[in-house]
């Protein structure tokens, strides 16, 4: 009896040790298994910042958008000021051939002197009038057009009448009334022409 009584103390020992063992246990288990807890948030501080986002990029917006409406109106007062001395450069270059002919004509008709020398200096005056003309037509890309001897062409030549011409062959340009003119690569003005109707009858 005595060692039954033994085996039973021991028993209970063990399954003491066993329990007082088991929290330690459980609570170290509870700890290792389970994440750690998230510190709180703070809600109130991240509405404020998103509100200030907000604020910021509107900011940004509207500074955006009164640049672009600045902007619109610098270009419609360029444009404006653009359309209204469009025609500024080419006067420039008019003016040369005006003070051309002036000098031309105060030289023809000078007092006194040979009339036949003043009508040469009028002429010659009258010359360097027309090649600054042409010489600033050049610059703006006007190019007249060749027309007489040329195969009469509607599209940029107007027939005033035809003549008969023994050297000229039939539908060509005799001679000119007024030059025709391209600027670029669009015509400009027409040239008024006179075609052959080809050789006269006898």
């Known amino acids: 009896m005595s060692r039954e009584r033994k085996k039973e103390e021991i028993k209970e020992t063990a399954v003491n ?6 929290p330690v246990q459980t609570e170290e288990t509870r700890q290792d298994g389970e994440p750690k807890e998230e510190a709180p948030r703070d809600l109130e501080k991240e509405l404020a910042e998103a509100q200030q986002t907000v604020a910021d990029g509107r900011d940004k917006l509207l500074r955006l958008a009164a640049d672009f409406e600045n902007y619109k109106k610098r270009m419609d007062r360029e444009r404006a000021s653009m359309m209204k001395y469009a025609g500024e450069q080419i006067l420039k270059e008019m003016l040369p051939a005006v003070d051309n002919l002036e000098r031309a004509l105060s030289h023809g008709r000078g007092e006194g ?5 003043n009508l040469g ?9 027309l090649k600054s003309l042409q010489s600033s037509l050049e610059k703006f890309e006007v ?6 001897g040329q195969p009469f062409d509607p599209n940029r030549q107007d027939a005033m009448t035809m003549e008969a011409s023994d050297t000229v062959p039939a539908s060509h340009v005799i001679s000119e009334f007024e030059k025709g003119y391209y600027y670029k690569d669009r015509l400009l003005r027409a040239a008024k022409v006179i075609v052959s109707s080809g050789k ?3």
Not at 143 to 148: E, H, L, M, Q, W
């Open 113 to 117: 002197g040979d009339a036949e020398k």
């Open 17 to 22: 040790e066993d329990t007082a063992a088991s």
């Open 121 to 129: 200096a009028l002429v010659e005056g009258v010359q360097l009038t």
């Open 200 to 202: 006269a009858e006898s």
């Open 143 to 148: 190019k007249p057009i060749d027309s007489i």
